[in-house]
């Protein structure tokens, strides 16, 4: 889901909490607080500074002019300080369901996400017809990754105002991770049919694998390609046109909205393959044999760290583990990266400087961080799965820290896992991907840091290749569950995912130049 951050500012003025908000002001005051709106409106963030502290130096108390103070230092990215001044306009006016939400806004964006939970719901509670505080309750409840309830809020957004477009693309990504598929694809189409050209609908369709684009669907499509548009919409309306050309079998044509697509994206994003190739080729000089580790070699053996490139069936890994009854968490956890990283401001140097020269007492005090910052997603049971794909990266770290952890990295074809991440437009991140050969270099770097991490590491380091568990599932399955100290269980088997789609083949010779690049041709 693409992070478009909560809403600060409100649209519609006819609601009552919009309505008199310069009432008991002197009319210089009042007119002071108008410029100081006018200039919100307008990003003019140091005139609204200006005339917010003239109207507070006329009416201390105005409690209005509190909120929209929070409200500048919010978009100035001062969290600290909004929350501080928007809890002053809290004392003043304790049942205020504007400050509520705006409060709650910013103890998000400050990393407080409980409180910014609480503060939302007592706006939404405060004032249950106001849909900016259902909108922003649902938006936060999405980015924290529990989708049920950003559905109710948003929900209650459209009952209260069926026209919030960005309300209900929202509910369609919600509704989409809970696999509510049929529902996500009809609000998305419910968007298209009052806007043709919204690109996040579109590029929301294609994430829903039983959508079939239909020749309508091109032509609206090419349509809207027409028009004036933002360049990162272009570059979605072109992804959606490539999926929606190849469910006409129009391989070529595809291929070709594909290209100019990720050219466009290429041109918005930053990837440097001779800087990535020089990091990868640091990592093997600095683990060029094993680290002194911690010392306690059963350290971190509640850790299993699922590694993979996108679009290599990491899912499928990630269902038989999570099956498992001894393991609690499933995540993509930040924390292997963190440790490494405040490890490193600490010493005032990059990883690769002071790597060797850590001592088996620091690995183990690095683990024990890891350890700590992670608690919570053992769930109360023996094992847990960071599925971090990127910490393939730093398994070598990961293991010196946690001697007893395992890292099992899901690998799929070459071809299969490079052509699928070139036809996806990802929210963020993945920056190799919109460029043919990006993607070969990328998938080079990761294939020998990977066959180095086994070479180094391996009765800790799995390859768990994806395409040959279809050939013979339960060899598969059983050496994956015998790694990570699991009995073998045939249920295991119904949760393996089918036969992966071979998407290269239809396109034929358009894929001649990246088989080249990967030595398959």
């Excluded at 009952?159 to 477009?165: A, L, S, T, V, Y």
């Excluded at 189409?189 to 009052?194: C, G, K, Q, S, Y």
């Amino acid at each position: 889901m693409a992070d478009r951050g909560p809403s600060i500012m409100v649209a519609k003025q006819g609601h009552p909490l919009l309505r008199d908000r310069a009432a008991g002001l002197s009319p210089a005051a009042a007119q002071r607080l108008d410029e100081a709106t006018t200039a919100l409106s307008r990003n003019e963030l140091s005139a609204a500074e200006a005339s917010l502290l003239s109207v507070l130096d006329q009416a201390p108390d105005c409690v209005e002019a509190r909120r929209l103070q929070g409200l500048v230092k919010q978009l100035r990215g001062d969290h600290a300080q909004a929350v501080a001044i928007l809890r002053q306009a809290l004392a003043l006016s304790p049942d205020h369901a504007l400050i509520h939400m705006n409060l709650g806004i910013s103890l998000h964006a400050g990393g407080e996400p409980d409180a910014a939970l609480a503060s939302l719901q007592r706006a939404c509670k405060l004032a249950t017809d106001f849909a900016p505080a259902w909108f922003n309750l649902g938006r936060v409840l999405s980015m924290q990754g529990r989708p049920a309830g950003a559905v109710t809020a948003l929900h209650r957004v459209l009952d209260i105002d069926p026209d919030h477009i960005e309300a209900r693309i929202m509910l369609a990504e919600a509704q989409a991770r809970l696999g509510a598929l049929e529902p996500a694809s009809a609000n998305y189409r419910e968007v298209l049919r009052r806007q043709p050209g919204h690109a996040d609908a579109w590029i929301g369709l294609t994430h829903l694998p039983a959508v079939r684009f239909d020749k309508d669907d091109v032509a609206w499509l090419q349509q809207a390609l027409q028009l004036s548009q933002t360049p990162q919409a272009r570059v979605s309306l072109g992804f959606a046109l490539s999926r929606a050309l190849e469910d006409q079998a129009d391989y070529r044509g595809a291929f070709r909205a594909l290209y100019k697509a990720n050219s466009q994206k290429r041109r918005l994003v930053g990837w440097n393959a001779a800087v990535a190739r020089a990091k990868v080729s640091t990592m093997l000089d600095v683990f060029a044999t094993p680290l002194s580790g911690a010392p306690d070699a059963a350290l971190g053996e509640q850790v299993i760290f699922l590694v993979s490139l996108p679009q290599s069936g990491a899912d499928a890994t990630a269902q038989i583990l999570a099956a498992r009854p001894q393991v609690g968490a499933v995540d993509v956890l930040p924390d292997l990266q963190q440790v490494v990283g405040a490890e490193s401001r600490r010493r005032g140097q990059p990883f690769a400087q002071w790597a060797r020269a850590a001592t088996a007492a620091d690995w183990a005090r690095l683990g024990q961080d890891y350890l700590a910052r992670t608690a919570q997603a053992r769930e109360g049971k023996p094992r847990f799965v960071d599925a971090n794909p990127l910490n393939w990266r730093l398994a070598g770290a990961a293991l010196a820290m946690l001697p007893g952890a395992r890292v099992v990295n899901s690998r799929g074809d070459a071809l299969e896992t490079s052509f699928a991440c070139y036809r996806q437009l990802f929210d963020s991140g993945n920056e190799f991907s919109y460029d043919l050969d990006h993607i070969a270099s990328y998938w080079r770097d990761y294939d020998r840091l990977c066959r180095h991490w086994q070479r180094l590491f391996p009765q800790r380091f799995l390859d768990h290749v994806h395409e040959s568990s279809q050939a013979d599932p339960e060899a598969r399955v059983r050496r994956l569950l015998a790694f990570c100290g699991f009995e073998y269980d045939p249920a295991c088997l119904a949760i393996h995912c089918p036969q992966p789609i071979a998407r290269s083949a239809p396109y034929g010779s358009e894929l001649n130049r990246l088989r080249m690049l990967l030595g398959a041709a």
